[in-house]
């Protein structure tokens, strides 16, 4: 069995931010909105065009996002010694769940095409808070065991301590008779 995902909080919450900051450039329908191309490579998107929370993703994490027959990939080229080379493609849903850490069912409910925005916005913010909330209680959890950990370790010196004595007085017990 695979380990479950780790989430990433802050590429959650930067995310989010992007989203809430710029509604105007969120548009759940579709990864990214084509206003325009890159003169110089006609595959790619340029900035400043509306993004689902998975096409935000690819942004932020720096993928670039290239059309190929009518559907977005993150990173189907890179420039390598001055060539554009293929290498590894991933949707970018697929990326966008692997870097978020989600699962299947989180990813499927996130970046469905016919939610609407502000929907979008409410579970992203439900997934950061919930796992702001797991860490909190993990922090908690951890300060307890180290606390205990501390009451132990003095337990143990005071013990070792009252032993010490103990021994002594019998020793000068011994020596005065």
């Not at 096409?55 to 080229?77: C, H, M, P, Q």
């Not at 702001?132 to 606390?147: F, V």
Request: charged residues 30%; glycine residues 6%.
């Amino acid at each position: 069995m695979a380990p479950a995902p780790v989430f990433n909080l802050e590429l959650a919450t930067r995310v989010l931010a992007q989203m809430v900051n710029h509604p105007e450039l969120h548009d759940q329908s579709k990864w990214v909105g084509v206003f325009g191309v890159n003169q110089h490579r006609p595959n790619e998107t340029v900035c400043g065009t509306p993004r689902c929370s998975a096409g935000w993703v690819n942004e932020l994490t720096g993928r670039k996002l290239r059309n190929v027959t009518g559907a977005f990939y993150s990173n189907i080229e890179q420039l390598v010694e001055g060539k554009w080379e293929k290498v590894r493609v991933h949707s970018v849903s697929e990326y966008a769940q692997k870097e978020l850490g989600l699962t299947d069912d989180e990813a499927d409910r996130l970046f469905i095409q016919t939610m609407e925005e502000d929907d979008a916005v409410d579970y992203l913010t439900k997934l950061i808070r919930r796992e702001t909330k797991r860490r909190k209680h993990l922090a908690r959890e951890l300060e307890q065991a180290r606390i205990k950990r501390e009451q132990d370790a003095a337990e143990a010196r005071r013990r070792g301590i009252v032993r010490a004595r103990e021994e002594a007085a019998r020793s000068l017990a011994e020596m005065s008779m």
